[in-house]
């Protein structure tokens, strides 16, 4: 069953933000996973939910979204987006 990951997320320092961008898309292959949405500006429809950015990634498996999060690897990177952004993550597993 596929599990996607959810980041909403503000940059409050978009300097430090740079380096985590350019280099967790290698990541994200490495454990199968892949853009859905990256990014974006979503538009509010309901409820007072209304982030300023939104990430959407897929992965093959709740295990390899996890994988992901657990690479130790990319534990410096997750560093820089907790320093550089206010964010909330989810992971959800898909309906498959």
């Given at each position: ?17 740079m380096p985590y961008v350019a280099a967790i898309p ?32 897929e992965f093959p498996s709740r295990a390899a979204a ?25 992971l959800a597993d898909g309906c498959d």
């Open positions: 069953m596929k599990a996607y990951l959810v980041l909403d997320f503000a940059i409050r320092d978009v300097a430090g933000f290698a990541f994200i292959d490495r454990h199968g996973g892949r853009y859905l949405v990256r990014g974006e500006t979503p538009t509010p429809v309901e409820g007072d939910w209304a982030p300023e950015r939104l990430v959407v990634l996890q994988a992901f999060l657990d690479d130790p690897e990319a534990q410096p990177l997750f560093a820089l987006r907790h320093a550089a952004t206010d964010g909330r993550l989810v």
